[in-house]
Each structure stands twice: as C-alpha cells, then as structure tokens.
C-alpha cells in the first residue's frame, strides 16, 4: 500500500514539474514607426509582448504640420486619440482592443473638457484608465498612452 502510494505521488510530482518546464518565454518585439522621421527616435511607437501592444504616449502633435493642434485641450486631446489609433492599426489593433489608458493633463480644469472628447472614442469599451497631472514636453497639454489586445 505504501508503495503504490508513493508510485502515485511521484507520478504527480513528475507530472506538475514537466508541464512547468515546457512554459515557453514571450518574446518582446519592439516596432519601429511607421513615421519616417520617428523612426531615429530613442523609443518604439509600439511595444509587441504576447498578444499586448504597449504604445509610447501621445501628445496633441499634428505629423502633418509638424504642430500641436490648435483649440486648446480638446483638439489636442482629438489629435492625440487620432495619433494612438494610426498607431494601433499600424500594428495590428485598434482603439476597440484598448485595455488601459495613462492621461497626463498639465490642468486639472482641463480635466471635463478631456472626458467629453475621451468618451466619443470610447463609447461602448470604456478601458481601464490613470489620469494624472505634470508637466509635458513642447507645451502639449495632454499625453496618453494606451495598453491594446492585437485583433
């Protein structure tokens, strides 16, 4: 009896360490812009891990014109959603997959204005969401940056 116990216990223990060593590593792919200019840029557009894509944030800046756009925080906020969702479709996803959002506002008062413009490009999906206030680069007054599920 002790035996067969002990042949049925290390069958169990044998089982549970080969299904742990057969765990494969995620690799990490690190996308290059799809953005000429961006491409010389100390950072990824977008980070691959599994199936997430972790983009670097965005502010309000216009490729075009090489601008932030005008109208205060509702336009750059509309610019910065328009410049994540290039980004996501660029990489396989698109602003239905986001799972997490990160906003960094430079006014807290901005901060309604900022939800009105948000929930037009999140109607259904509401991510989940981190909204904080800082400084930014180039006078932007917002950033945002958004964790995705590949489609």
Do not use: W
């Amino acid at each position: 009896m002790k035996i067969s116990s002990y042949l049925i216990l290390s069958f169990l223990i044998i089982s549970l360490l080969s299904s742990c060593s057969t765990s494969q590593k995620t690799e990490i792919e690190f996308l290059e812009s799809k953005i000429e200019r961006r491409k010389k840029a100390p950072y990824s557009d977008a980070v691959r891990v599994g199936d997430l894509l972790f983009l670097t944030g965005q502010v309000g800046f216009n490729s075009d014109s090489l601008k932030l756009a005008h109208g205060g925080i509702k336009a750059e906020t509309r610019q910065a959603l328009e410049n994540i969702k290039a980004v996501l479709e660029a990489h396989g996803s698109d602003i239905e997959h986001v799972a997490k959002c990160t906003v960094i506002l430079t006014d807290v008062n901005d901060f309604a204005a900022f939800n009105e413009v948000f929930r037009q490009y999140f109607p259904k999906n509401k991510p989940a969401r981190t909204t904080f206030v800082a400084d930014l680069v180039i006078d932007a007054k917002i950033e945002i940056d958004v964790t995705a599920v590949i489609k």
